[in-house]
T-cell receptor, first 116, second 113 residues
Framework: EAGVAQSPRYKIIEKRQSVAFWCNPI?????LYWYQQILGQGPKLLIQ????????DSQLPKDRFSAERLKGVDSTLKIQPAKLEDSAVYLC??????????????FGPGTRLTVL | AQKITQTQPGMFVQEKEAVTLDCTYD???????LFWYKQPSSGEMIFLIY??????QNATEGRYSLNFQKARKSANLVISASQLGDSAMYFC??????????FGAGTTVTVRA
């Protein structure tokens, strides 16, 4: 099966500009996650979707970050306006429906964002 | 709040030798899952192994095994017979019943020929 797709792979922008990232999860996966991974740290969850509904966005900086998954399939994450501290890799992951703790998350290749 | 601690920022290992990566966790919830992921320089996170809190046996997947010591709240990853392709960042992660994954800071492994 095809893996999680993300685009673009790399993006360089000036601070205060806007940027959007796209993610297409594995077919049939109901759950979609966006993570932020700052250099030298582990990924931090930004938002979790179940189908097209938000399950958890408690760590999403809502004054500048937004995310949507309108049809319950692909998703976009937007930053507007970007700050220097947003420089990071943004990882998308998807998982199967179900509440088993063992359900693994499958990760995409990530988008590396540099804010100048 | 749950917390994952990986105390080894970097490790070197000789090819064909075994290496142990430390991971300790903190939770008062009796039901949890522990994961190890590998992140090569290309950036994608690759699932390696899973251990449930109620599992009686330590998990094994090929050259990967998890040394689960529940009373000590540790879940160390053992990579046997290291290969050059094992050079990567390794993350320990925990999931509670809210189904979020919380990651540690990671350990960089460099395999020497």
């Amino acid at each position: 099966e095809a893996g999680v797709a993300q685009s673009p792979r790399y993006k360089i922008i000036e601070k205060r500009q806007s940027v959007a990232f796209w993610c297409n999860p594995i077919s049939g996966h109901a759950t979609l996650y966006w993570y932020q991974q700052i250099l030298g740290q582990g990924p931090k969850l930004l938002i979790q979707f179940q189908n097209n509904g938000v399950v958890d966005d408690s760590q999403l900086p809502k004054d500048r970050f937004s995310a949507e998954r309108l049809k319950g399939v692909d998703s976009t994450l937007k930053i507007q306006p970007a700050k220097l501290e947003d420089s990071a890799v943004y990882l998308c992951a998807s998982g199967r429906r179900g509440k088993a703790l063992s359900n693994e998350q499958f990760f995409g290749p990530g988008t590396r964002l540099t804010v100048l | 709040a749950q917390k994952i601690t990986q105390t080894q920022p970097g490790m070197f290992v000789q090819e064909k030798e075994a290496v142990t990566l430390d991971c300790t966790y903190d939770t008062s919830d009796p039901s949890y899952g522990l994961f190890w992921y590998k992140q090569p320089s290309s950036g994608e996170m690759i699932f390696l192994i899973y251990q449930g809190s109620y599992d009686q046996q330590n998990a094994t997947e090929g050259r990967y095994s998890l040394n689960f010591q529940k009373a000590r709240k540790s879940a160390n990853l053992v990579i046997s017979a290291s290969q050059l392709g094992d050079s990567a960042m390794y993350f320990c992660a925990m999931r509670l019943n809210d189904y979020k994954l919380s990651f540690g800071a990671g350990t960089t492994v460099t395999v020497r020929a």
